[in-house]
């Protein structure tokens, strides 16, 4: 599935007072709390509900009434604030009259809205020229959906790990036949010689990173063996690498386009000495433990700042109908209110 924007008709759950307004109340939508007017919704209400970072065309902001509490030189995109010291996402307005919207629907069709993403962080020159014997084998990673809204993937149920979320650049390095690549998200990067450097070429500096590559092949008899991770030292969380120095830490292996399931990629690391994000929890999911876990300090040793949240993944791989492979990030809220998280940006 891709990361088309959702605006899902929800109900409003655990409506009560804000301890320190009058005028507001707080409630909670899937897994985010709101602030919404006193006296307008009640618990149980069916609602649309805009998530931060949803992009409004100009008629339905008016419509609404809300254009001068967006955000952007436009006015047209929804935030994320604290009322009165507590926080609120996104928008929550009423479902317009005539519509018999159901609980689940996305209907950001309807309302013509676009979803905000950071700006594009560009490096010219270095895309590899397209190999039809590599290209098509050196896919990119997927999708990770948003576990706040997509609450029913994950149930009570399943037994799950919880991993950090790293702020950094995306990384992709592998082997494909013979041969060694390295890329972003979705561009595989030219070769450098040694008079050059490449942070997405960074992993294979790594003690361990070309061995595990080499031998996972040649133990499974695989075409490609892709290892991802999180770069890090390059946006405004540095993790304690100051000073121009990166550090990296893998956090999934995909052989001949199948994803290993967790303590399998991790018994690979552990054999070759590749560090892996930090691990926070297994055991049974818990939305409510979840969304404790996404907050706090972040795990790598030597970091001195929050952490971006959490990925929850089950301990043995599956699909879900909806989004596809079953992982789901949680950003954290002190994250998501900080001054990083508009200075984010996005790698091509």
């Given amino acids: 599935m891709s990361s088309d924007l959702v605006v899902p008709v929800v109900v409003l759950r655990n409506v009560r007072p804000h301890p320190n307004a009058d005028l507001v109340e707080l409630c909670d939508v899937l ?25 409004l065309p100009s ?16 006015h047209d995109r929804v935030g994320r604030i604290r009322i009165r010291g507590e926080p609120s996402f996104g928008l929550v307005v009423s479902i317009p009259a005539g519509e018999r919207w159901v609980v689940g629907q996305n209907v950001a069709e309807f309302f013509g809205c676009k979803k905000y993403e950071p700006p594009l962080r560009y490096v010219s020159g270095d895309q590899a020229v397209y190999d ?14 948003n576990g706040r809204i997509f609450t029913s993937v994950l149930t009570s149920g399943d037994e799950v790990v919880v991993t950090e979320k790293l702020h950094g650049t995306n990384s992709r390095v592998g082997v494909i036949g013979s041969l060694f690549c390295a890329g972003s998200r979705t561009v595989r990067k030219r070769p450098v ?20 590559l080499l031998e996972i092949q040649k133990e499974r008899s ?32 995909v052989v001949d386009g199948k994803y290993l399931d967790y303590f399998d990629f991790i018994g690979c690391c552990s054999r070759f000495g590749v560090e892996s994000v930090p691990l926070l929890f297994r ?36 699909c879900d109908g909806v989004i596809g492979r079953v992982i789901l990030k949680f950003v954290s809220v002190e994250y998501d209110l900080s001054k990083h998280k508009d200075k984010d940006t996005t790698d091509v």
């Fill in 132 to 145: 039809a014997d590599v290209d098509p084998f050196f896919e990119g990673y997927v999708d990770v959906q």
């Fill in 193 to 212: 010689d040694e008079h050059e450097s490449s942070i997405y070429w960074f992993p294979f500096t790594l003690k361990g990173t070309k061995e595990m």
């Fill in 31 to 55: 897994g985010y709390q709101m602030c919404i007017l006193k006296g307008k919704h009640k618990d149980d209400d069916v609602c649309v509900y805009f998530p931060a970072d949803t992009l």
């Fill in 222 to 253: 695989a075409k490609s063996v892709i290892l991802f991770g999180e770069i890090v030292g390059v946006q405004s969380l540095m993790y304690g690498y100051n000073k121009g120095k990166l550090g990296y830490r893998a956090f999934d292996l």
């Fill in 283 to 318: 055991g049974m999911f818990s939305l409510q433990d979840v969304l404790k876990l996404a907050d706090g300090d972040s795990m790598i040793l030597g970091a001195k700042h929050l952490r971006e949240g959490v990925v929850v993944r089950p301990v043995k791989e599956r």
């Fill in 59 to 74: 008629e339905v902001a008016d419509g609404f009434g809300v254009r001068s509490y967006l955000k952007g030189k436009d």
